[in-house]
């Protein structure tokens, strides 16, 4: 076979209409690239309210309203939903793709019986079925809902919500170290009886590699819940040899006066695993 020929250069200069066509499908390329620069430049600002207090973010289908399937005393605000696709959860939540959730709507007289909607929900409820406090929600047929760059979005609106947090959780410090955790065990003292929603407390020796705020030794030992009751879940868990920037809370009166520590790491942005931000954590102090 002839292998093809291409037009020759002299063609396309005398030729008028292929030179439109060149030039029409250059423009048509550029301005496809600017839509698509301008479109993941968008940021829909209703995310941020949506994202605020939302650690379980979820796709599913409304099948039942005014029923639960936890134990509920009031049902007439909750709903079951089939959870279809699982956009972002905590670390240490179960899966609950494919399976029926109890959601506590904000308003139940908006939603209907097989609306398709992205829930962005709060954790009340964590055993055999699950129980979630509705933040918000988008419908099925949503910009927000259908948009491909959700995770990219979301993490745009987590980053800008930690900052806030974090320069709050650094203001409160009164500890703030680059380190690793070099052993976990048993507080030296005993813990009190366990209670409805108890921590499991446990301490972790953290070695100390830079101390950013506040004054420590070469070592320091602090407390963490280990349990993943509802209330801890969120609280970061240590193991040996986790790394990273330990931002350090003073302990409640009651629980130090037990268990004879005064350092306590609790708040879900009070770890955060690697040295990478040290130096934003270092200006966010000097703000």
């Known amino acids: 076979m002839e292998a093809e020929k291409s037009l020759p250069e002299s063609a396309i200069r005398n030729n008028p209409m292929i030179q439109k066509i060149i030039l029409f499908s250059c423009i048509a390329v550029i301005l496809l690239i600017m839509a698509q620069c301008k479109r993941s430049r968008t940021y829909p600002q209703e995310l941020d309210r949506l994202v605020a207090g939302a650690s379980l973010i979820f796709k599913g289908k409304i099948v039942l309203l005014h029923t639960a399937t936890t134990d509920e005393g009031d049902v007439s605000n909750t ?20 399976q029926q959730v109890t959601v506590r709507f904000t308003n139940i007289n908006k939603v209907k019986v097989g ?47 930690d900052d806030e947090r974090l320069e709050k959780t650094l203001k409160d410090a009164r500890l703030v170290v680059i380190g690793k955790v070099i052993k976990i065990a048993q507080p030296e003292a005993k813990p009190p009886m366990g209670t409805e929603h108890n921590p499991e407390w446990k301490e972790a020796e953290i070695q100390i590699e830079e101390t950013v705020k506040g004054k420590a030794d070469k070592t320091v030992k602090i407390l963490f819940a280990s349990s993943k009751d509802v209330m801890f879940f969120q609280s970061p868990k240590f193991k040996e040899g986790d790394e990273g920037i330990f931002i350090i809370q003073q302990t409640d009166r009651q629980t130090a006066k037990l268990l004879r520590n005064d350092n306590m790491l609790i708040d879900p942005s009070g770890f955060i695993r690697g040295k990478e931000r040290a130096q934003h954590i270092k200006s966010l102090l000097k703000t």
């Open 79 to 98: 709903g079951v939903v089939t959870a279809r696709e699982v956009i972002e959860a905590p670390q240490s939540f179960p899966n609950v793709s494919g």
């Open 115 to 161: 609306e398709e909607r992205m829930f962005f929900t709060d954790p009340y409820w964590i055993g055999e079925s699950i129980g979630v406090r509705e933040i918000g929600s988008v419908m099925k047929g949503d910009k927000l809902y259908e948009n491909e760059d959700i995770l990219s979005l979301i993490e745009q609106a987590r980053g800008k919500q």
